[in-house]
Structure formats: C-alpha cells, structure tokens
C-alpha cells in the first residue's frame, strides 16, 4: 500500500497533517491530564478524517490509471518499436550496414558479408567477409575441416532471417552503383546443424539428422506457398560413406522437387561433390587453404597440407579435398608428429582400390589448376589492356593536337587570302613571304618531340606503364647518352609500379646486349628521359570515348588545299605593275632579307637625289 506524500496536491490532506503535527507537539508539553485527555481525542478525530481523505484519494487515482493503461501500454508499444528502429539503424552506422533488394525469387547474393559475431568479437576491418550467392538450386559447400564451411552456411541463413526483421546486411564495403546486395524473403526457414543426439530418446547422431530432415520434408509439403531456405550441415556423416551419401541424395532430391527452395549444404562426402558436375541444380563451392592461392596448387601433397592455415573464404565453381591433417596439426593440444606422418602415409597408399573417388580428386585438383591458370591470365590481360588503353590515349592527344594546329593553319591561310584579295596595295610576294615563314616557324614547333619519337618507332612512356626487368628503352635525355639503347634494372627488393619516378638503366650497344654484365654504368633517369619501342595492334578491338574520327582531318586538309589554290589564282590575276616584280628569280630566301635589301635601296636613293 502506497502513502500519499505531501507536496501541495492534496491541501486539504496537507492541513490535517499539520494540525496533527501541532497536537502532537502540545501533548508533548502539556502537564495537565485533562488537557492531555482532550488533546488525545482531538488527535483520533483528525487521524480518521485523514485516513478517510487518503483512502478517497487513493480509489480516485487507481480509477484514472485503469482508465489510462490502454493508451499507456499503446504508448510503451510505440516507444519499444522506435527504440528497435534506432537500434537497427545505429547497428548500420557502426558496422556497415546496407538495404538489401528484397524479391520473391529465393536469391541471394551479398558480396563482403561480415559475421555481425565475429565483427563484436574483434573489428570489422579483422574479420574475413564471405562472398554469399545463391543463384542454383543447391549449394554444395566442400573443403577443409575448420576453414569456415559451417560459417558460410549459418551466413546465409543469417541474411535470410536479417531481411525477415528488418536489420540492414553488414558488409566490409559498400557496394558500387553497378553492383546490388539482394536477400530475397523466404517464408520458411529450416535449420539442421550440430549433432542432436539424445540419450533418453535413444538417438545417435545420424538417427538425429534423419528426424530432423523427415521433419523438414514433412513441413515443406504442408506448406505449399512462398520461398523456402534449408540448411543442413556435414550432410552424409554419421554413417557409412556410401550408405549417407545415398540417404543424402535422395533427400536432396526429394527437397527440390519445390523450385522455390533454395538448399545450403556442408559435406566432406566425394560423391557428394561430384553431383555438380551430373546435374545442373547443384553448384559448388568451396573453402581454401592459405597455399591454394597461389600456382602450385596442383602440387599439394597430403603431408603438405598439415602445414597451410584456411583463407576463410569462400571460392564457388568447384570443390576441394577436406584436407583432415591441416585440422589435425591445428588442434590444441596438438597431436604427435609422429601420428600425423603414419596417418599421411596410410592416407598416400590411396582409397583402398576405388577409382571412382581418386578420379574425382584428380578432377577437383586439375579444376583447381584451371582456375588459377584462368586467374592469371585474366590479370595478365588486364594489365595489357590497361596498357594499350593508355597508349591509345596518348595517340588521341597527338591526334586531337593536330587537329587543333592544322585548324591554326587553316586560319592563317584564310587570313593571306582576304589580304591578297582585298588590299591590291600590299606586294603579294611580301605578303606570301610573311605568311611562309610564320608557316615553318609554327611547323618547327607544331613537329613536337611526340612525332620526332614516332619517326624513330618509339613512343613516350605512358603513366600507366609498368617497367620489368631487361626491359629495351632507348634515353632521350639531351646528353652524351642521348639515343643510346639501354635495359633496364630493377632491384628484387624494389617494386617498380605506376607511381615510380626515377628507373635504373644500363647503356647497351645493342638492344640483345646480356642481362649478365653488370660491369656496365647505371644511370639513374625519370620517366620522362626514356621512351619506349612503339609496337601498336592493327585493331584494339574496342570503343570507347577517346575514339577519334578520320573525317574532320581530310576534310581540313582539302580546306587547306583550296586555300592554297584560290592564293594561286589571285597571284595569277595580279597586275605586273602593281607587283613591280624583276625580271629574274629572286635570291631572296625570306621576306626579311626582302625587306632589308628593299629598306638599303631606298636609302641609297634618297642620298642619290640629294646629291
């Protein structure tokens, strides 16, 4: 029971506890009986009127807080759906979240997906993102023990349940205009991971997987409608191989015979595995080791295995070895040396004769060695393309820049034309002669040293260009070592990219002088002092912005031509007296010279008439 407090809400209540104080305090004093007696009865009236007040007051208040719990309950709905709201938002600003594209097609694809437990547990930069896509029917997910298979497979059921709350997809990296994050709503979730076994119900573990996957069944053909996403984890243990491989199929099967549900699933088994490559519903995908990375893939043998640690990601298009001696070396306490080289080589002596299983890992590591193969050569020609685009850039600019000179040129024919036509004062010689010499001024400087490279098979080196070691280069800066072939030479311990200004060259006689002799001089040079052969494609194969067009340089060239033509005609019509020309050829070989023989001669005839 609550008491009432004071505080000026109740003033009637407040006056009765005052005068209840104040004969308290005179019954404390008083020396009198009979004024005690009376005080004391005074004091039992005052206290009923106040229990009286309290107990009206309080049925008033209780009244009016069941009338208000409706809108206080609505009003605690509404806060704790705000606060979920900003809770979501907040999780999106600390780890990167994105708005997926919802659809009802049962896709997923969500590129760089951080585990939001992982991202708690260390930073988001720390975690390893998994790659999530689910276009097929059935993802068959393979690989070594311990390198992230369950992770990968708990991620997509993760996204799925994100979208079905409302939570934005945690990613390393927001994606590009080009690319999309898409979760689409699945209806129906269905989990089998972990062992389930139960003692008392008189489970092992496969009988646990079985109940969980009959069960699975049984919910799927009640509900007929929307998208459906199963999980299921190390499918085909617990048994033998053989035997769970088959019981795994044929529940495989059996689940897609609904195209709307969409199946993720861990398995260690080789066939398995090998139903990818016999039916197009399945795909798979797989975990690699740190090793798998690079070329020598192909060449891992069992015991080798022991020493690589897992990437964490997750590579789709085929599938690997489970690799158990990598998780054997890994585990804490660690296993004796000596168990893990007898298991290697009991595993070495093959399957046991089945040629079924070996052919299937001869075709998982050839599968291997084409995606690596494939890798590198798709760098490769990245790398050329980004090359001969440059390249090409650079023509452009060369070409755009001719352009703009021959227009100049265009201009200053125009110009002597309207000037022969309209002034029949002016010599035309001079005129002609002013206009020539400005022409092979600016033709000295329009000839840039781009074009003096290319009359020699040489080209300026692009920003983009890459130097390697023994590359040919020939030095173009003005010296004793200028148009010397050199090679060039690049320290092991220096990597030479896009950003490096200065090279290392060795001046050669020839350009198959030997990589071996050092005893030559190093010359340190820029970028810009050297210039490399010019070996361009007969067809780039491509468009882009930069293509320049043939047209507009003829056509300003037969502009020119006419210009040249209608000069031509005008000389022709030209009076010989207003030209005074002399009969012989000029020795003139500029309109200076003209101009200062012509500024003598008159001199002398101005001393001549004095005379």
Not at 163 to 187: A, M, T, W, Y
Request: charged share 25%; proline share 3%.
């Amino acid at each position: 029971m609550f008491q009432l407090a004071n505080g000026g809400r109740f003033p009637e209540l407040d006056s009765l506890r005052d005068r209840e104080d104040k004969l308290l305090l005179k019954i404390k004093g008083s020396k009198s009986a009979d004024n005690d007696l009376n005080n004391h009865r005074h004091l039992a009236t005052i206290r009923e009127e106040i229990s009286i007040i309290e107990q009206q007051t309080t049925n008033v208040l209780i009244a009016s807080m069941i009338d208000a719990a409706p809108h206080v309950q609505r009003a605690q709905h509404f806060l704790a759906r705000l606060d979920v709201i900003f809770a979501r938002a907040a999780y999106a600003c600390e780890w990167g979240g994105v708005i997926p594209e919802v659809g009802n097609e049962s896709s997923i694809n969500v590129q760089e997906f951080v585990h939001p437990v992982l991202a708690l547990e260390k930073s988001a930069r720390d975690v390893v993102p998994v790659d999530l896509i689910l276009p097929d029917q059935v993802l068959m997910i393979s690989g070594p023990n311990a390198g992230g298979k369950t992770l990968s497979l708990k991620s997509f059921g993760l996204c799925a349940w994100f979208v079905k709350l409302g939570i934005p997809i945690s990613v390393l990296r927001k994606p590009s205009e080009d690319s999309e994050v898409r979760v689409d709503f699945f209806d129906d979730i269905f989990v089998q991971i972990g062992d389930n076994q139960d003692l008392i119900a008189g489970e092992s573990t496969l009988m646990a997987r079985l109940n969980a996957c009959s069960t699975i069944i049984q919910k799927m053909e009640t509900t007929d409608v929307g998208g459906k996403l199963v999980l299921l984890d190390e499918l085909g243990g617990g048994t033998d191989p053989y035997a769970g491989a088959a019981l795994s199929t044929a529940i495989l099967e059996k689940l897609c015979i609904d195209n709307m549900c969409k199946i993720v699933a861990t398995t260690h088994s080789p066939q398995l595995k090998a139903l990818s490559l016999s039916d197009k519903r399945f795909q798979s995908a797989s975990v690699l080791l740190e090793s798998q990375e690079g070329d020598e893939r192909s060449k891992m043998n069992i015991l080798d295995s022991s020493k690589m640690k897992p990437t964490f990601r997750l590579h789709y298009g085929f599938a690997t070895e489970s690799y158990p001696l990598g998780a054997a070396s890994r585990c804490n306490p660690s296993l004796p040396d000596d168990v893990i080289r007898r298991a290697a080589e009991l595993m070495s002596k093959g399957s046991d004769g089945d040629d079924s299983v070996e052919a299937l890992r001869r075709h998982m590591v050839a599968l291997e060695h084409e995606r690596s193969s494939a890798k590198k050569l798709t760098e490769e020609a990245q790398s050329m393309f980004n090359e001969v685009a440059a390249y090409k850039r650079d023509m452009v600019c060369k070409l755009q820049s001719s352009e703009s000179n021959l227009s100049r040129l265009e201009a200053r024919l125009q110009n002597i034309y309207e000037t022969l036509r309209n002034d029949e004062t002016r010599d035309s010689y001079e005129v002609v002669g002013d206009g020539l010499s400005s022409l092979r001024l600016l033709r000295k400087a329009v000839k840039s040293e781009e074009e003096l490279l290319s009359e020699r098979g040489l080209r300026r080196v692009s920003d983009a260009h890459s130097f390697y070691n023994d590359e040919s280069v020939v030095i173009i800066a003005e010296g004793e070592w200028q148009w010397q072939n050199a090679v060039v030479r690049i320290n092991d311990n220096k990597d030479s990219s896009n950003n490096e200004e200065t090279i290392t060259v060795v001046p050669s006689l020839d350009l198959a002088f030997g990589a071996e002799d050092t005893s030559q001089t190093m010359i340190s040079l820029s970028r810009k002092d050297v210039a490399v052969w010019d070996i361009p494609d007969a067809d780039w194969g491509f468009q882009d912005e930069y293509a320049y067009s043939s047209t507009s340089y003829s056509t300003r060239t037969a502009s020119s031509s006419n210009v040249l033509e209608k000069l031509k005609q005008v000389g022709a019509t030209k009076p010989t007296k207003a030209l005074n020309l002399p009969t012989k050829t000029s020795s003139f070989t500029s309109s200076r010279e003209r101009k200062a023989a012509g500024k003598k001669s008159a001199a002398k005839g101005k001393k001549g008439k004095k005379k």
